[in-house]
Every structure is written in C-alpha cells, then in structure tokens.
C-alpha cells in the first residue's frame, strides 16, 4: 500500500520538475500528497499509525541530500539541464517504505542526456541492480559494497563515501545492519561485515558523485531530523519541550521537518536544544564540490525465501541517456545478466508487494 502509495508520488513529482518549478513548492507538495495518501488507508483502524517516513527532500546537481527547504527559505528555481534527486518515504504501522530517483530537467528522447549527468545516472542505476542481485541470504554487506564500488569506477565517477544503506525495521530507518558506499580504513573498521538473512528490509541507497565523491556541509541550513528512540534529557526551555512533544505525537522516531509544524519560528528555537543533548538526530545538507553532479538511485527491498523482492523505485528510460562509458568487467556484466530471482522464484511470488509485507511484518514480530 505504501509501496504504491510512494511509487506513484515519485513519478508525479519528476513530471513537475520543469523549468520554472520551485523546489520549496515541489517538497511542499510531496509532504502533502504523503499524508493525504496515507490517510485514506486503514482508516477503521484508528490504532494503526501511517504518515511520512521521510519528508520529501528535492536536491539539484552538487547537493547530495536532504535538502528540503522552510517556507521562509531563499528558494530554487529548476532550470533545464538541472540534475534533480527526488527522496520522500511513507510507512504504516511504522513499517517504513522509502525510495529515491534521478532525473535531468529537460530530457527526452528529442533532448537526450551527456556528459557527467549521463555518467553518474547510468553509474547508479546499473551499481543498484547489480547490488539488488546481491541482496540474498548469507551474502555479506561488503559484498555489495565492493561490487557498487566496481561499477560506479566502470563510469569514471566515485559513490559518496560512507552514505549508508540501512536495514529498516519497524520504527526504525536506520536498523542495525548497513551497507556503506565507498568506505575509508576508519569507516570499514566503524561498520563490521554482517550477513544478510531472509526477510529482512533494506533500503538499497546510491549516490553517485562525478567528483571525489566526498560531500560537506556547507552554510545551508539542516531542516530534517528525527527522533533518537529511548534517549531521555530533561529539558529546560519551554520551547524545546513543546517541540519535542509535537516530534513524539506526530512523527515518534520518523524523520520530519521543520516545515511540518503549525509555527517554524518555534521549531528552529526549540530543535536547537534538542539537538544539543542528541535527543534528535540532524540529516544535513550536504555538497560535492561545485560544478560536480550527484544522482542517486534509492528503493526498498524485502529479502524473501527466493530472492529479493524490490517493491519501490521507479523505471529508468536508459533510451535518453547516452554515456562514452560502458561495464567492460565481465563478472559484472555476467552478474547484471542474471534474473533477480529464479524462475520458481517469480511464479510463486505473485503476491501484491502489500502482502509480501505482511509476512515481513509477521517474522520480525515472531
């Protein structure tokens, strides 16, 4: 339900990214599409918390992530040949489906895309499937993170180091189990080797730099946070308080913005204390270098008994893109030529992704 319900706000959301739209506008109404879609769903049931599992964050060529401006905010205006990266999520009983999408302003197949923006599109949308391919039981996180790491290189472009790819449980956007994009020495010590096993969740996360691959934060401000669950701090303003209780009854341990409450002058002053005693958690904004793009390629995944099973992401018209790099690696061209799952594998999974869910839900509650 949420599947869909993400999907298909994805693919109206990139066919408003044209000249001339404003990217505060288009964050605005993704949120606003996220929790009048999620409302409509088990509504008999008013014990079933749904809403957003991340806020919709609208991030143009050298900014990486999480940009999703204030309603007072100097705002972005999409010109042509702006590479756009569309991130949003939504969940149900705290179930989390997320999913993120790379488009270039402008581009069809009279009006095909070159050059970098080609490079890191194709880059992370082939490191993906390969990486899905990979997501199986008793396969391993760097795995993954070595064969993204192969592919991307095959385009001359570099993943971002250390982005994570997170396992998603209930409540929860960051599980325990990642798959780090790009790692240093320090990081690959910091996130030990874990094996997959069959239905867990993860939230396959690409992005895909021209550059060094090495994002910052700059002067802009950060309006995503989310929750830390089970920290307690006794606050001592009045508006920390007030804010930190608008966080627990409306969005518990789900990201959010600061856009989302009734007065955003209240949530600046009260976040700030919060964020202090690390009772939320800061999603900055940050940059590759300038005149770099990033693309990131960004879908939610269900390990089940006969391989995995993708249930958010929307297609890439590979038609309108056109690179002067190609995989030349024969494993992973071999690797990328395998199905996603066998044969017995597609017949019996049939189910809507809403079931298949379900039954995800069920083992991690046993």
């Given amino acids: 339900m949420v599947a869909e319900i993400v999907n298909n706000l994805v693919k109206e959301l990139a066919d408003k990214c044209v000249p001339g739209a404003k990217v505060l506008e288009l964050c605005m109404y993704g949120d606003l599409k ?7 769903i088990y509504r008999k049931d008013k014990e ?3 809403g957003i599992a991340f806020p919709t964050c609208i991030s143009v060529n050298n900014c990486v992530c999480h940009y999703s401006p ?3 905010d100097a705002d972005i205006v999409l010109k042509d040949g702006d590479l756009v990266k569309i991130d949003l999520g939504a969940h149900l009983d705290g179930f989390p489906a997320v999913v993120a999408h790379s488009l270039v302003v402008g581009a069809a197949a009279s009006n095909k895309v070159s050059g970098r923006n080609a490079d890191v599109i194709l880059a992370a949308h082939f490191a993906a499937e390969a990486a899905l391919r990979l997501l199986k039981g008793g396969n391993d996180n760097y795995m993954v993170t070595d064969t993204i790491q192969k592919v991307v290189e095959e385009y001359g472009c570099k993943p971002v180091e250390g982005m994570l790819s997170h396992q998603l449980q209930q409540h929860k ?4 189990k990642a798959i780090i994009l ?6 690959r010590k910091e996130h030990p080797k874990c094996e997959f096993d069959v ?11 021209s550059g060094e691959g090495k994002a910052k934060e700059k002067d802009t401000r950060t309006t995503v946070y989310k929750r830390k669950a089970d920290l307690i701090y006794q606050l001592k303003m009045k508006a920390s308080r007030a804010f930190l209780s608008e966080v627990e009854n409306s969005f518990n341990t789900m990201p959010f913005t600061l856009r989302a409450f009734s007065d ?7 976040v700030v ?3 202090k005693h690390a009772i939320v958690e800061p999603f900055p904004v940050l940059y590759e270098k300038d005149g770099e793009v990033v693309a990131q390629i960004k879908f939610t995944v269900l390990m089940m008994p006969n391989g995995p099973m993708k249930i958010t992401g929307v297609p890439l018209d590979l038609s309108i893109y056109e690179s002067e790099h190609q995989i030349e690696n024969e494993e992973l061209k071999a690797l990328l030529a395998q199905p996603v799952n066998s044969k017995s594998s597609r017949r019996r999974n049939k189910k809507k992704a809403g079931e298949a869910q379900a039954e995800v839900a069920a083992a991690a509650e046993a």
């Fill in 182 to 187: 790009n790692p240093t020495d320090t990081q």
């Fill in 48 to 50: 079933i918390k749904k």
């Fill in 199 to 209: 239905h867990e969740v993860y939230a396959l996360d690409i992005l895909v730099s």
């Fill in 273 to 275: 204390e919060c964020v």
């Fill in 34 to 40: 996220l929790n009048e879609g999620t409302s409509k």
């Fill in 70 to 72: 204030l309603k007072n």
């Fill in 264 to 270: 955003e002058s209240k949530a600046k002053m009260g």
């Fill in 173 to 176: 956007i960051d599980g325990e």
